[in-house]
């Protein structure tokens, strides 16, 4: 096969994927939001089967990764209406958290260009309290990092799902071709040529 037929195109979804994925994992685990740290490790696992058995030829590891990226599209599309406030879901629920903790995305407080304005206590505080209040500011508020994120996994696990079912294809085209009864041996030639020899003999 070619440097850009499917498998290759194939593989080098997957290691995107898997890079991004590694990338997310690190900051859900920086905002203990566990039940996306299950999901992430799962995908990472599913994801280096489905590269495997790109590389291996192995179509039903490819078949694992096929059914699995539906999951993750799913799970994908969770997350971006949870952060966007859509569906009667709620961005401030402890649905990723799982309850645990109180925890929230790690993004909330150290996003790009976030930086903290001390606002005044308001007058139902005691006068003489020196409490201040502290906001943040940031260039892009944390939701929608967390949604450009699914969305950029979304995009990458579309295009994977089109080349994996190509793949498989492939690789099914290609055993239906194979010739089973000489396809095992690649000495049959010489073999059959060492015989006809010993005949004459």
């Known amino acids: 096969m070619g440097c850009c037929s499917g498998r290759c195109m194939l593989i080098l979804l997957c290691s995107i994927q898997l890079i991004t994925a590694l990338e997310r994992q690190v900051f ?7 039940a ?19 590389v291996q030829y192995r179509p039903r590891y490819v078949i694992l990764y096929i059914v699995w990226t539906l999951l993750w599209v799913g799970w994908n599309i969770f997350i971006c209406c949870l952060y966007l ?7 401030d629920s402890d649905y990723l958290s799982l309850g645990i903790s109180t925890h929230r995305s790690w993004w909330k407080d150290n996003g790009p260009g976030c ?14 309290s020196s409490f201040l209040m502290s906001e943040l500011t940031c260039l892009l508020k944390y939701q929608y990092i967390e949604v450009l ?12 799902f089109v080349f994996a079912c190509y793949v498989v294809s492939i690789f099914n085209d290609e055993e239906d071709t194979f010739d089973f009864i000489d ?19």
């Open 28 to 34: 859900d685990f920086m905002g203990y939001q566990w």
């Open 36 to 54: 996306p740290i299950l999901v992430n490790f799962l995908h990472i696992i599913v994801v280096i089967l489905g590269l495997f058995g790109a």
């Open 85 to 91: 406030d859509i569906g009667g879901l709620s961005k």
């Open 115 to 128: 930086d903290d304005k001390n606002i005044p206590a308001t007058r139902w505080q005691s006068d003489d």
């Open 149 to 160: 994120h699914s969305a950029l996994q979304l995009l990458i696990s579309l295009l994977g």
């Open 183 to 201: 396809g095992f041996d690649p000495f049959s030639d010489i073999n059959d040529k060492e015989k006809a020899s010993h005949l004459f003999l």
